[in-house]
């Protein structure tokens, strides 16, 4: 059975863009790869967060992805932090790796290029090494991503090719999947950029663990435009385009049999129809995430998901040392 590997940074709250973008795809794949998913914690940093509340953060996510359906005895599931490995390949990669290509990765040319910005950090600059690592250190097939992360899996081969070249085959080359069909849900109030947890207006946003009436009311009040035809067209009609887009990824309805549904109907009503299945979603959600979060559940996941990491994780990072030449592995 092939492998699969993502990870998620816990430093906000996950919403419908993560659920439609990434989580039913995990969710769908673990039942044909075997699956690692990790709590990116040591990727947060890169941003400083609040130490409290990246605690709390990741056990709610935790918890949320298992509402959600991760089912631990098809995917492992563990805390990027508590796995020592994945820090230790890291700077072996990082001595193979070359300062003009991670000058060249999106989020770093984005803040370094803003002088307005805050102090760009070595941990920014590096950071798309240690997800290199993340991902070799399980001789990951695949590696779900969406489209504007698919550079960071370019890189990783990169990395991995070269470290073969030089040392003797050592990881196996991993490949990007990117979701056909809801991998970018984009903001309610701006439909022209994607929906994202650290958005400055929550009114854009639909938070997975939200009140569901708050939730719905931002349905209802979705920026559109002022022609009231249902129809898919990003260009020209991006408000009603990502509506569409979320129930059709809600329902399983395909986009053209939702555009013949709703011919006839008012964006009034299509946005109560979308509300509706947005509150089906986050209601079936809430119930299992608050049994889920109760108790040491959550505690005895994280703690069997890192035995079975660590193990691989510790082989492959012995590996490499002992090809490098330092210590005793």
């Not at 508590?82 to 790796?97: D, R, V």
């Not at 999106?106 to 798309?128: A, D, I, R, W």
């Not at 009503?269 to 979603?281: H, I, P």
């Amino acid at each position: 059975m092939k492998r699969l590997l993502s990870g998620i940074t816990p430093t906000g709250e996950l919403h419908i863009g993560h659920y439609i973008g990434a989580i039913t795809h995990f969710i769908e794949m673990q039942k044909s790869y075997e699956s690692f998913v990790f709590v990116a914690d040591l990727h947060s940093l890169t941003v400083n967060p609040d130490p409290k509340e990246l605690k709390e953060n990741i056990r709610k996510m935790v918890g949320v992805y298992l509402a959600c359906g991760l089912d631990p005895k098809q995917t492992c599931l563990f805390n990027q932090s508590e796995n020592i490995y994945h820090p230790m390949l890291s700077w072996a990669l990082e001595c193979n790796s070359y300062m003009g290509e991670l000058s060249r990765m999106t989020q770093y040319k984005e803040k370094s290029q803003n002088k307005q910005s805050e102090s760009v950090t070595c941990g920014l600059f590096t950071y798309p090494v240690l997800m290199a690592s993340d991902i070799l250190i399980y001789d990951a097939d695949v590696v779900p991503v969406g489209g504007d992360q698919k550079q960071h899996v370019e890189l990783t081969r990169n990395i991995a090719e070269r470290f073969n070249n030089k040392y003797g085959t050592t990881f196996k080359i991993p490949n990007p999947v990117i979701a056909e069909s809801g991998a970018r849900i984009m903001d309610l109030q701006n439909p022209n950029k994607k929906m994202s947890k650290s958005d400055e207006n929550p009114k854009g946003v639909i938070f997975l663990l939200e009140d569901i009436q708050k939730a719905r009311k931002k349905i209802m009040s979705a920026v559109t435009d002022s022609d009231n035809v249902i129809k898919y067209d990003v260009a020209n009609k991006p408000g009603i385009s990502n509506l569409i887009t979320i129930y059709s990824c809600l329902t399983n309805e395909n986009i053209d049999n939702v555009e013949e549904a709703f011919a006839n109907a008012s964006y009034g009503e299509f946005k109560t129809k979308v509300a509706d299945e947005v509150e089906k979603l986050l209601q079936n959600i809430q119930t299992k995430y608050n049994e889920i979060i109760k108790g040491d559940y959550i505690d005895n996941v994280l703690d069997e998901g890192l035995k079975r990491a660590e193990k691989i994780a510790k082989e492959k990072a012995y590996d490499v040392y002992k090809k490098l030449g330092v210590g005793r592995y």
